[in-house]
């Protein structure tokens, strides 16, 4: 039986932060594949991501193909709604049959804000639940979750911050990977005033 993991989010950018998750989580979860899923309408960050969905897939697409184990999926690839995490799972569920364990990879701070998401009860019937910790959350994950934990230095880092940095005129160069480093710099919806 194949073991996968699931990564979403809005990788606006993708940067190191979520490799290390992807890849700490592959290798003591023991997972076959860990699918990189860009959301394509993030729900829970407000006025939407700086820059197109395609655009944060082709980065996916780009990093996953360098990686034994990643895979870049277009799961969450519907334009004009929200990508709720319990309909890609219930959708990468009956693509799988019954063929998979599934894990859903999350930072703490998410975890937490997992009773605010649509369906928190049927994410946990889904799939089972892997944590890494992030800064100012370690050690909150919840009990009402079970969840297995993906053991790591606690990693800073955030898009935000990269935004930030690139809206500031600075290299991001160490913080996102080697390969999208050029597109990430050059990208407009990084370099404006605004996103």
Known sequence: MKRIGFLGGSFDPLHLGHLWIALLAREQLSLDLVLLVPASVPPHKGTGTS????FRLGLAERVAAQREGLVASSLESEQDRPSYTVDSLTRLRRELGGEAEVWLLLGSDSLEELPMWKRPERIAELARLAVYDRPGHQGSASAR?????????VCTLSSTWIRDRLRGGRSVAGFVPDEILSEVEGCPHYRGSSG
């Open 51 to 54: 820059a197109p969905y395609r």
């Open 145 to 153: 979750y079970p969840t297995d934990r993906i053991e790591g230095p």
